[in-house]
């Protein structure tokens, strides 16, 4: 006999969806931060050296409200550009889902990601005790991304499908039906879908 768990009803659900929402949320904020060339039908250059990358993600991390990590360095923000880099894929997987799932397990393994409880919660991570701030974050948003994938909600993982924007989110609406980043994408593809059937009347 198969037991099948339904998505996300186990215990502890609360704190296991914290965790996830937590940990992708970051994910979200690291590829718009660091990743994606067009927002919101403008070209966005990547900021492209560490001192760049260090400002724009202490900005980014603020508007998300968070707390930037202490002792974060220029390097470290090189470092994390490539994860974001390495976490794109994940929500741009379409139809490429086992691909992309492989990719992801590579990225777990290249990370050293794996199940470890800190501290004297002690609280549940995904990475070593003693592991430095970017393979820890690195390691626990390849994990957070490879849950909601392993309990079949990929497709909340997602990116704008207004023209001219690349900008990820997680899509927690409760039917997965959320099609665009922000309000302002939603309102340009309406006006772009509403000229394109104004031309083919002619
Ligand atoms: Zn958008």
């Given at each position: 006999?198969?037991?099948?768990?339904?998505?996300?009803?186990?215990?502890?659900?609360?704190?296991?969806?914290?965790?996830?929402?937590?940990?992708?949320?970051?994910a979200?904020?690291?590829?718009?931060?660091?990743?994606?060339?067009?927002?919101?039908?403008?070209?966005?250059?990547?900021?492209?050296?560490?001192?760049?990358?260090?400002?724009?993600?202490?900005?980014?991390?603020?508007?998300?409200?968070?707390?930037?990590?202490?002792?974060?360095?220029?390097?470290?923000?090189?470092?994390?550009?490539?994860?974001?880099?390495?976490l794109?894929?994940?929500?741009?997987?379409?139809?490429?889902?086992?691909?992309?799932?492989?990719?992801?397990?590579?990225v777990?393994?290249?990370?050293?990601?794996?199940?470890?409880?800190?501290?004297?919660?002690?609280?549940?991570?995904?990475?070593?005790?003693?592991?430095?701030?970017?393979?820890?974050?690195?390691?626990?948003?390849?994990?957070?991304?490879?849950?909601?994938?392993?309990?079949?909600?990929?497709?909340?993982?997602?990116?704008?499908?207004?023209?001219?924007?690349?900008?990820?989110?997680?899509?927690?609406?409760?039917?997965a039906?959320?099609?665009?980043?922000?309000?302002?994408?939603?309102?340009?593809?309406?006006?772009?879908?509403?000229?394109?059937?104004?031309?083919?009347?002619?």
């Amino acid at each position: 006999m198969t037991v099948t768990i339904d998505a996300w009803r186990i215990t502890g659900q609360p704190q296991i969806d914290s965790y996830v929402n937590r940990w992708v949320e970051l994910a979200v904020v690291l590829v718009n931060t660091l990743a994606i060339t067009r927002v919101r039908g403008r070209t966005a250059a990547p900021p492209a050296d560490g001192p760049a990358r260090l400002a724009a993600l202490e900005g980014a991390l603020e508007g998300a409200g968070r707390r930037p990590w202490e002792g974060l360095t220029a390097r470290d923000a090189d470092r994390l550009a490539g994860v974001a880099a390495e976490l794109r894929p994940v929500f741009c997987a379409g139809e490429d889902l086992l691909r992309v799932a492989a990719g992801l397990n590579e990225v777990l393994v290249r990370h050293g990601a794996v199940p470890n409880l800190h501290g004297e919660g002690p609280v549940l991570a995904f990475h070593r005790e003693g592991s430095d701030v970017v393979e820890a974050v690195a390691a626990d948003c390849a994990t957070a991304l490879a849950m909601v994938i392993g309990v079949g909600q990929a497709a909340r993982l997602s990116s704008c499908s207004a023209g001219g924007c690349e900008a990820v989110f997680f899509d927690t609406t409760r039917n997965a039906s959320r099609r665009f980043c922000s309000l302002a994408c939603q309102n340009r593809a309406k006006a772009s879908a509403y000229r394109a059937r104004r031309a083919a009347r002619g």
